[in-house]
């Protein structure tokens, strides 16, 4: 009998320390939310842009929190101003402190803003986000938002885009203005200077003006200029374009000390990027097919990515085939001469010799951004998109 209750406190225990145990953190626990974005395939469909006088359709979308946030959220304010933005796009960044303080400028007055991420991730190049360091991810979005403090909801619709879809908006931005019945009043663009500090959002400043009068707007209707809406059927493109640079020509040639030196002093006209990495050290591995993603992303402007590989030369065949599965089509080296120590010295005389170990190198051979083991992926695009060869607008 006293073996039977033993065992039945056991048992009751055991239930009652599985029932306490804290349930595992998701990316939104701390708010107490469980928003996970999930893009989806989406069937190609015509796409019109809501007419002067349309009623405002509704939505249910989630912020930067995971708190999902509905048109009825904004029920008290007389003027409701949506705008469809993002984060990749350099005219979106052009006129993001324009947005800021449009809002600012209007907090008290009635007027409310909210952004709406229009853009499919399934849809969207590496290729296109040239102009920034974070693509239009949730992830990302958030980190956006806090980057520049916005003052504003910013809400997510990349998983199906069907908000987006019933306002017909074709490029970021694009602005749409309601009034107190949520009809619209104004669609278009915030002003027509893209260039940051030649414009103050001249038209949307005007028709908001207009709206909380009771006027009509003088111009309801502008032209937008921007990026196009990432729709999620757009994926045939980015299929095409992965595919054509998975079957661009892998390289993988000899260096020596001064080719080296060479390499370092860039007498190109590019911002280049150097990687010394090898086959043995595994963050190396790791973080090399990031690396790559750089080239892709940053390619088209003034930039370039070199690898230089520290294996010894039996393990040349080893290497390239390792470029080959990471789809290194950039300029590879492999280190002829054996002396790790001599490397060392001609890469950069501070660097202890741990891999892996990068460079970012201005022309004549300045070095303005140098970091020892895996780096960080986001503050090094920052550190790219924010030099003065590259840049967050045109």
């Known amino acids: 009998m006293k073996k039977h209750n033993?065992?039945?406190f056991l048992v009751v225990l055991s239930v009652y320390l599985v029932s306490c145990k804290p349930m595992p953190k998701n990316e939104n626990s701390e708010n107490g939310?469980?928003?996970v974005a999930n893009p989806q395939n989406v069937e190609e469909q015509e796409v019109k842009t809501l007419e002067?006088?349309?009623?405002a359709?509704?939505?249910t979308l989630p912020d930067m929190n995971g708190n999902m946030v509905s048109l009825d959220d904004f029920s008290k304010a007389d003027v409701l101003v949506v705008v469809f933005t993002c984060a990749h796009c350099p005219t979106a960044q052009a006129y993001e402190d324009r947005l800021i303080k449009f809002t600012a400028d209007y907090k008290d007055k009635s007027v409310q803003v909210v952004a709406i991420m229009p853009n499919s991730s399934l849809g969207l190049l590496p290729e296109e986000c040239g102009y920034t360091d974070l693509d239009d991810s949730f992830e990302n979005m958030k980190i956006r938002a806090k980057d520049k403090n916005y003052n504003f909801p910013f809400l997510y619709d990349g998983d199906n885009e069907a908000v987006s879809i019933k306002y017909g908006p074709t490029t970021t931005p694009h602005v749409f203005v309601f009034d107190k019945e949520r009809k619209l009043q104004y669609v278009g663009n915030l002003d027509q200077n893209e260039k940051p500090g030649t414009g103050n959002a001249e038209n949307l400043r005007a028709a908001t003006e207009s709206v909380l009068a009771g006027k009509p707007v003088a111009n309801p209707v502008t032209k937008t200029f921007g990026c196009s809406i990432k729709w999620a059927w757009k994926q045939e493109l980015a299929g095409k374009a992965n595919k054509s640079w998975e079957e661009?020509?892998?390289e993988l040639s000899d260096i020596n000390i001064a080719g080296i030196k060479e390499v370092v002093k860039n007498g190109s006209k590019k911002l280049r990027l150097i990687n010394v990495w090898a086959t043995w050290c595994g963050p190396c591995v790791v973080?090399?097919?990031?690396?790559?993603q750089l080239q892709r992303i940053y390619g088209g402007r003034d930039f370039e990515f070199v690898s230089i590989a520290a294996d010894k030369m039996e393990n040349k065949e080893k290497v390239f085939d390792f470029l080959k599965k990471s789809h290194s089509a950039i300029r590879n080296y492999i280190y002829t001469e054996g002396d790790n120590y001599k490397l060392i010295e001609a890469i950069?005389?501070?660097?202890?010799?741990?891999?892996?170990?990068?460079l970012l190198v201005?022309?004549?051979g300045k070095v303005v951004w140098k970091h020892m083991g895996e780096v960080d992926m986001l503050e090094l695009k920052k550190t790219i998109v924010d030099h003065p060869m590259i840049g967050r607008y045109f």
Not at 287 to 292: F, G, I, K, Q, T
Not at 348 to 355: F, I, T, Y
């Open 362 to 364: 201005e022309p004549n």
């Open 52 to 55: 002067i006088g349309a009623s």
């Open 57 to 59: 359709p509704d939505f």
């Open 6 to 8: 033993i065992l039945l």
């Open 287 to 292: 973080e090399y097919p990031d690396l790559v």
């Open 33 to 35: 939310n469980t928003f």
């Open 248 to 250: 661009s020509p892998v």
């Open 348 to 358: 950069d005389p501070d660097w202890n010799g741990a891999l892996p170990y990068t």
